[in-house]
């Protein structure tokens, strides 16, 4: 097989766990759940990452988001470069700034205001300490399975690396802080008016993945996200959709105008920073002004809104709207990509539950349907491992554990599916 030469990962791994915790800065690119070497990567271009071997990969991770337009676009690498040429970073207000909250605004009728911060993480953190000021009210409301970034409150019952590896309630994380998180069952919207209930008068804010990808791709059940609007509004709490993944990338309206549901707030990441580090959180203007310094609730970045980060966000939105045409296009291929692994999985024998929607898909080894974190954890993660390294070894690079998405984007082609689909089938008829 092409790809199983990895003695320079092999040693940069080796040195990586001597002074980095578990040689990663991140866990699930760690390979923990799946075995073997994470592969260093040396560079990436269009659909394309090479690592320090040497191996070529047909890549279904795209930074886990951000690279939708395809690894260092011409046009997004070229504003960089350019930006870089005026310095890095001011610690200022700049013009960027500026374009980069029109443009979100323009775009998503529901923000009003936007600010801008540097991962889906401090977004989310933002966006809930602001529901909190707004509300007056400490707890907040969120689904098991779903990843919220690792703010002390989101991580009960976390999906996304927290679920990879075992550890969705996180130590470190202060009883008080956990007391305040209230857990619901996606897509069972009882459950979260049950919580209301008991709870009446006390929970800031809804939060939810529009779509959940990160214990896995699971699709919001029809009627759901509009009755926690309805629920939202019944019981004076906010609603937030965590749009660090779906933003811009279900649609240029992200899930909200997807699926037709305006939340209160809603926050972004990934995509938004073209690759660099960047999240944001935006809504109702009466909500937004709590901030300071126009009102009481504390928020600021020492490299918030950087110059070069915003040029990278701003040159890969712009040219979203410049191609809308791109959803339909990952749109197609993530259903002949869906179909394809299905039938493949009826043919072999693979029990399979292939969920997705637009540009984002998982394969779950399990009967399905998985609806939901209980029953995705039912999923087979040996079977996984087995066939991660499968498509590893093919030269097909998708990420390392069973609950998280794959990622298409504008550089993928037709090719690459079939490519794909044969690969698919060649580790199938192995573990099947
Ligand atoms: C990735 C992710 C986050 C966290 O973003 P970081 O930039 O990794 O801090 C938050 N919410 C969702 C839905 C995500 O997928």
Redesign the pocket.
């Known amino acids: 097989m092409a790809n199983c030469n990895s003695t320079k990962s092999d040693e940069l791994f080796a040195r990586a766990k001597e002074h980095i915790p578990g040689g990663v800065n ?1 866990p699930v690119r760690a390979f923990l759940s799946v075995g073997g070497t994470p592969r260093f990567i040396a560079r990436a271009e269009g659909q394309y990452m090479y690592d320090e071997d040497g191996n070529c990969y047909l890549d279904y991770i795209g930074s ?2 951000p690279m939708l337009l395809g690894h260092n676009h011409p046009l997004v690498a070229a504003e960089v470069v350019k930006a870089a040429n005026y310095g890095l970073s001011f610690g200022a207000a700049t013009k960027r700034e500026v374009d980069m909250a029109e443009l979100i605004c323009d775009t998503v009728p529901w923000v009003e205001m936007v600010r801008m911060v ?7 953190m933002s966006a809930v300490r602001a529901a909190r000021g707004f509300t007056g009210r400490d707890k907040v409301l969120k689904f098991e399975g ?5 703010a002390d409150c ?1 991580l009960v019952k976390a999906g ?1 690396g927290a679920l990879t590896t075992g550890v969705p309630d996180s130590a470190g994380v202060p009883e008080g802080c956990a007391r305040d998180t209230l857990t619901a069952v996606y897509n069972d919207a009882d459950s979260v008016e049950r919580l209301l209930r008991e709870n009446e008068g006390q929970v800031a804010c809804i939060i939810v ?1 529009p779509v959940a ?2 214990m896995g791709v699971v699709l919001p059940k029809e009627g759901f996200l509009k009755r926690l609007r309805g629920l939202a509004d019944e019981h004076g709490a906010l609603l937030i959709f ?5 933003g811009f990338r279900l649609s240029l309206q992200g899930a909200a105008g997807y699926f037709g549901v305006r939340p209160d707030l809603v ?1 972004y ?2 995509i938004i920073g073209g690759g660099m ?1 960047v ?1 944001a959180f935006g809504g109702r203007r009466d909500v937004m002004q709590v901030i300071a310094p126009v009102g009481s609730v504390y928020q600021a970045g020492t490299l918030s809104g950087n110059p070069i980060a915003m040029a990278a966000g701003l040159a890969t939105l712009r040219w979203l709207k410049k191609h809308p045409e791109i959803y339909t296009e990952t749109d197609r291929l993530g259903k002949i990509l869906r179909e394809g692994i299905a039938e493949l999985g009826e043919k072999y024998r693979v029990p399979l539950a292939v969920n997705g929607v637009g540009s984002l898909l998982s394969v779950f080894f399990t009967e399905g349907p998985v609806t939901d974190c209980a029953s995705a954890r039912k999923a087979d993660t040996e079977k996984f491992a087995k066939y991660f390294h499968g498509l590893l070894d093919r030269g097909i690079y998708i990420g390392p554990s069973q609950f998280e998405a794959m990622f298409l984007s504008a550089a993928h082609t037709d090719e690459d599916i079939a490519q794909t689909l044969e690969a698919v089938e060649e580790v199938f008829k192995i573990i099947g």
């Open positions: 991140s886990w988001g540097n991962s889906g993480t401090e977004a989310v779903c990843y919220h970034g690792h989101m996304s993945e990808a990160n965590d749009e660090v993944i779906t926050t990441g990934k580090p999240g």
